[in-house]
Every structure is written in C-alpha cells, then in structure tokens.
C-alpha cells in the first residue's frame, strides 16, 4: 500500500475533476470548428425554428406541410431556440451553441442536485465525468433537443429533492410547474415523474414519511399535463408513421450503454460497474434516498422503451432517453463512494472516463456531413458564386435554408437557381450538390440526376467528392 501513499493527497479529486473538466472542453471545442455539418433531422429544426416566419406558420411547420414531415418532439423547444435566434443571429452554429448552453446548465445543476447528498469535491468529480461522456460530447455539437432536455430532468429532479428536504409550499408549487414543463418538453420524461410518485409511496411505506400533499401534487401535474396537451396527444395519434427506433435484441446486451459510453468495450466497463454497484449496495437502496430515486429512474425508463416499442410506439433510440446517462453516474459514484478503498475507485473512475475521452471523444458511429469542409474546398478554387442543389425537389427549402444560414456562406455569392447565375452573366461558379446523404429516408434508387445536368454556356472542369456532396465546378465557355 506504500506505493499508493499519493491517493491520500486530499486535492487529488480536484486534479482528476479539472483534467476531465480541461480535455472534455478542448475536444467540445475542436468538434465544433471541424464538424458543422448538420443531418436531415437538424435542416427541420432550422426550419422550425426560423425566427423571420410569423408564430402561425411555426405552428404549421411543426405539424408538418408540403416540403417537412412533422415534429416528434413537443414546441416548446423549437419556440426556445427560435427565440434564441431572434436575439443571437439565425445561424446553424448559433443552432449548436444552444446546445452547448444547455451542456453547462446541465453540469452546473448536476452539482447542486448531488451537493445534497455528498461534499463539493465530490459533487464537482460526477460532474466531471457526465461532461466528459461521449455521448453527451456528440450531442453538445448537434442542435437537436437531447440536452435541453437533460437540464429540465435534472432540474426536476434536483426541484423534487429540495420538495422533499424543505418541504416549503413555494418548493410544490415549483414542482409542479416543472412537472407539467418537463413532460410538455419530452413526453418521454413521462419515467421520472412516475419515479417520483414510487419513489414516494416506498418511502411512505418504509419510513412512513409524510409526503400526501407532495404525492398528490406529482399525481396533479400528470393530470393537468394531459388536459394541457391534449392536441399533441391526438395529433400524435392521428399521425403515427413507420420509425426507425424499433426494439430489437441488440438493445438487451448492454442497454445503450455501448452508446452512452462511446464503444462496446467502455460501455460493458460502466455497465459492469452499474451491475456491480447494484449489488454491493443492495440492502442500503431502501435506505439511502438518492439511490432509491435512482434504481427506480433506471428500472422505469427501460421498461417504458420496452413496453412502448413492443405496444405503442418505436423509442428503442439511445438519444430518445439519454436523460438518463447521469441517473446511471450517480447510482454508480453514491453506491461506491462510502467503500474502504473508495480512493482507488475515484482513480479508476478517472483512468477510465480520461482514456475513454481521449479515444471516443469523436469516433460517433456515423460521421456527420463534411458540409464547412465542402465550402473550404470551393473556397481555395477562389469560386466565390455557389450554386446549393438538394437531393430532392421537395428537399429543397430545407437544405437550402439549411446552406444559408451557415456563417461561412458569407464569403459566397449564394445563388438557389441556376436562373439567377445566367441572368448576372457570370463566368464561373461551383455547385453544392447533395450526393448519397446518409439521411433516413435518401431512396436508394436515386440516381442523382439532378448532380449531372448540363448548364449551357458553361462546361463541367471539375469534380469533388467528399461526404453527402459533390462539388462541381463549372466555367464560362470561351
């Protein structure tokens, strides 16, 4: 144990914290200069998103109309973001930027919720290790719903705790307004207020703790819940389509974990260690509040995926529960923290989420559109007027609204119709053409026609290949 004397350094969780803390933050940085091109997925929030249309047409957008299919997620979110747009600029990289928000909301409410539980340096080292988790690294570049999401979760759950502690009207009525908002984000958060409602009637046959009032409150924000989105639930039923989210056997080998934690084999390290802390701690889960939540949080949520894929509807989708990756930390870090040899936990804990960064910090399993490398490449050819061509006909608005509201586009003389290039007698321009996108939905029998037509008076003198695009030069006829 001599050779071990270093652990007992009290400032080394600080070390372990602000090098996890240091490295996540220099990969977030380095993914959001090299990977800014966004899915099929990421042109409709834009377009649902877009600060200079009227709130109707908004509305109608999220519905779906002629050239997008509808929303799956709730409003809210896309209202959020819109008005982020209309103060910051409609840009897609603002788009991620929010994403990026709402990362450090969720870490920063992540400390507090675990500070009522266990000291600052250890609340700041979870903190350190969710930040640095793969697949919250991914999403923090994407701007998709995920990680405003994670915050009000955490919020709710941190507001429910304070509830329970405090046990103030002002805390109830808090709670029930984060409730009814935090199931109006995500329906899916529909696990964590049925956790609470458990979490309380367990207690209240264990400790026969006094919390009537709490649990009706809860019961109450699914009620009003309900009556308040009623048109979403019908719309949603009236409008079911084939998903991709289907459950199949490769969801009961490692619960996503695989996915969370960036590759199969740390993915089997954290669920090992999820199995394990279950296990060790077994005869204390009734008695310890924040790891009761937890392994409820957990068993609910799965067993929603399970019963809505094979009954319902299709969510067997890591990104459709990634609320609960830091539910799973703190089931792990509270059921090991009060071990004998808890500092060599914290030291494995650091080995394994510094070496995980460090590989998995961009190995998603599919990379995302090389679309600022595409206008790098166009830009060297000293190519200032850019033709945007979309896959599709009824693609169009999205992927051309999409190219526009790119930063760089600035440096372009950005044209929609090759119209627009015959009419300004231009020598030379390049196109942007969409070619075999990896989106869901891209027909396989598409022959991309529309990459190879002749535009007269000019003549094709090169071309450029790099993911989901094609880069065609062409130049004036002499």
């Not at 996890?20 to 099929?40: D, M, P, Q, T, V």
């Not at 009227?54 to 008005?83: A, C, M, Q, W």
């Not at 019963?307 to 059921?335: D, E, G, H, N, Q």
């Not at 061509?389 to 609204?401: E, G, I, S, T, W």
Request: glycine share 2%.
């Amino acid at each position: 144990m001599s050779h071990f004397k270093f652990l007992n350094n009290k400032n080394l969780i600080f070390f372990y914290t602000f090098a996890l803390l240091i490295l996540s933050s220099y990969f977030i940085f380095i993914n959001f200069i090299n990977e800014s091109g966004y899915w099929y997925d990421e042109w409709c929030t834009l377009s649902t998103s877009d600060p200079n249309v009227d709130l109707k047409t908004i509305y109608d957008r999220h519905s779906g109309n002629s050239f997008k299919p509808s929303e799956n997620v709730p409003i809210i979110y896309y209202l959020v973001l819109r008005f982020f747009f209309n103060i910051f600029g409609y840009t897609s990289e603002n788009g991620r930027i929010f994403s990026l928000i709402f990362l450090i909301f969720s870490s920063i409410t992540l400390y507090f919720l675990l500070q009522l539980f266990v000291k600052k340096k250890e609340s700041f080292f979870v903190t350190s290790i969710f930040f640095s988790t793969p697949l919250i690294i991914w999403m923090s570049n994407e701007t998709r719903v995920d990680l405003f999401l994670v915050f009000f979760v955490l919020l709710n759950i941190l507001i429910f705790f304070l509830t329970i502690k405090f046990n103030r009207v002002d805390l109830k009525i808090f709670l029930l307004i984060i409730n009814i908002l935090t199931l109006s984000i995500y329906p899916l958060t529909l696990s964590i207020i049925a956790s609470q409602i458990l979490f309380l009637l367990i207690q209240q046959f264990l400790n026969k703790s006094k919390n009537i009032l709490t649990l009706g409150i809860i019961i109450l924000s699914f009620v009003l819940y309900f009556i308040l989105n009623f048109d979403y639930f019908l719309e949603r039923t009236l409008n079911r389509d084939t998903h991709f989210a289907k459950l199949n056997l490769n969801f009961f080998l490692l619960y996503y974990f695989n996915i969370f934690f960036g590759s199969v084999t740390f993915g089997l390290i954290f669920f090992v260690l999820c199995i394990f802390s279950f296990f060790y701690k077994r005869k204390f889960i009734a008695n310890d509040q924040l790891l009761l939540f937890s392994v409820i949080s957990i068993f609910l949520t799965y067993l929603m995926v399970i019963i809505s894929s094979l009954f319902v509807t299709p969510i067997a989708a890591p990104r459709y529960i990634i609320f609960i990756i830091p539910i799973i930390l703190i089931f792990i870090f509270k059921c090991l923290i009060y071990s004998k040899n808890k500092k060599f936990f914290f030291l494995f804990l650091f080995l394994i989420s510094i070496t995980n960064l460090s590989i998995n910090n961009d190995e998603r399993h599919v990379k995302k559109p090389q679309t600022i490398q595409a206008l790098n490449i166009i830009k060297e050819k000293s190519f200032n007027n850019l033709l945007a061509l979309p896959n599709d006909a009824k693609d169009d608005v999205l992927y051309q609204n999409y190219i526009s509201t790119i930063s760089d586009i600035k440096y372009f003389n950005l044209f929609l119709d090759f119209k627009e290039i015959k009419n300004n007698d231009l020598k030379k321009f390049a196109i942007l053409c969409l070619y075999e996108p990896r989106f869901a939905g891209d027909e396989k029998i598409n022959n991309y026609e529309y990459c190879n037509q002749n535009y007269l008076g000019f003549e094709n003198s090169e071309e450029i290949y790099v993911l989901d695009y094609k880069i065609i030069f062409y130049e004036r006829n002499q």
